[in-house]
């Protein structure tokens, strides 16, 4: 049974649902109806949101002797940084993971290559594409030329970034949180995903309902109405929050920016160009193949194009 549908209390606060929706991101309105909606009718408000950068650390790149670039960066770069980061340095360029994190490990080297797991209604795979394997072969050639640590075992990244041995970590809002505690603010600096045929990144946000079963719809409304506010916007984002306010003018503040890594508002520029992460229904299932495949292509266990094939079909009866 899906939530309640908002509509009659959304027309009932017209002017600060619409004050609201004017001051965020209009892909975050596009996509909540798009996806949350499929009778029409209103079922969640948009909230915040993911994106996926790079926090990279800075000494490491000026110790190998390697300029960061502005915020934008072509794949063969951010290869070329790793193979002098390594000699030079003996520190992982990245940790790619072996998949089991689709939104940071496999996601962002797709987009970045005009590729995804699945078409954009989520109705037919597409894992195996041209642009797929390749995606998939450039991240096998970082783990064949050890710039990434092997998958398995346990890798602590935000503590490996501390420690200078690892060059970059992947992620959006969240590692800001492990960035404060290790005292590495201002050490880090945020960059773009590298590109191969244009920028790219999973988005993956918020929709506040209210439930059928809820027994006060009425106080319910009254709490999202206040998440909402700038107010409560940046009240989350000084506490600590570990999205993006969906509200671009708190985003913009100190309240958002203050005690962050430089170039922490790529973050939530990657909204303008971003790609909602594939959720179909089977969402577990689906994750679980998409997964397996990855792992399969980037670590060797199967040629990367024949894993990638195998995916795709199994993908296919869980659409």
């Known amino acids: 049974m899906p939530p309640l549908p908002l509509d009659d209390f959304i027309a009932k606060d017209k002017a600060v649902v619409d004050a609201y929706y004017a001051g965020i ?5 596009e996509w909540t109806k798009k996806y949350g909606s499929p009778d029409g009718k209103t079922y969640f408000i948009p909230g915040g949101y993911n994106s996926v950068v790079l926090y990279c650390n800075t000494e490491v790149f000026a110790k190998a002797g390697v300029e960061l670039p502005g915020s934008d960066w072509t794949w063969d770069e951010f290869k070329a940084a790793g193979v002098q980061i390594k000699e030079k340095t003996g520190a992982f360029l990245n940790a790619p993971g072996d998949g089991a994190f689709p939104f940071v490990h496999i996601m962002p080297w797709l987009l970045t290559n005009g590729a995804s797991t699945l078409d954009a209604d989520w109705k037919t795979p597409t894992f195996n594409s041209p642009a797929a394997v390749e995606a998939a072969a450039f991240v096998k050639g970082l783990f064949d030329a050890e710039l990434a640590p092997k998958p398995g075992g346990t890798f602590d990244a935000a503590a490996q970034l501390e420690k200078g041995k690892l060059a970059t970590l992947g992620g959006g809002r969240w590692p800001t949180l492990d960035i404060r505690r290790l005292k590495l603010v201002d050490k880090v600096r945020i960059m773009n995903w590298p590109t191969k045929s244009g920028k790219g990144s999973p988005i993956g946000w918020d ?3 209210i439930l059928n079963s809820s027994s006060n719809k009425e106080a319910a409304w009254t709490f999202i ?3 909402m506010s700038p107010e409560a916007s940046e009240f989350y984002a000084k ?3 570990t999205n993006v ?3 671009k003018s708190v985003a913009s503040s100190p309240a ?5 890594p430089k170039g922490s508002e790529l973050i939530a520029a990657a909204v303008g160009y971003g790609t909602p992460i594939p959720s179909p229904k089977q969402g577990a299932a689906t994750q679980k193949v998409i997964s397996t495949g990855w792992k399969n292509a980037v ?5 990367v194009a024949d894993a990638l094939n195998e995916a795709n079909e199994q993908l296919k009866p869980l659409l």
């Not at 991101?25 to 309105?29: A, I, N, S, V």
């Not at 958002?256 to 962050?260: I, R, T």
């Not at 670590?299 to 040629?303: A, F, Y």
């Open 25 to 29: 991101d209009p892909h975050l309105l």
């Open 245 to 247: 306010p969906a509200l």
């Open 239 to 241: 506490v600590g929050g």
């Open 225 to 227: 109405k206040w998440l």
């Open 256 to 260: 958002f920016l203050g005690d962050a």
């Open 207 to 209: 929709g506040w309902p």
């Open 299 to 303: 670590t060797g266990l199967k040629p």
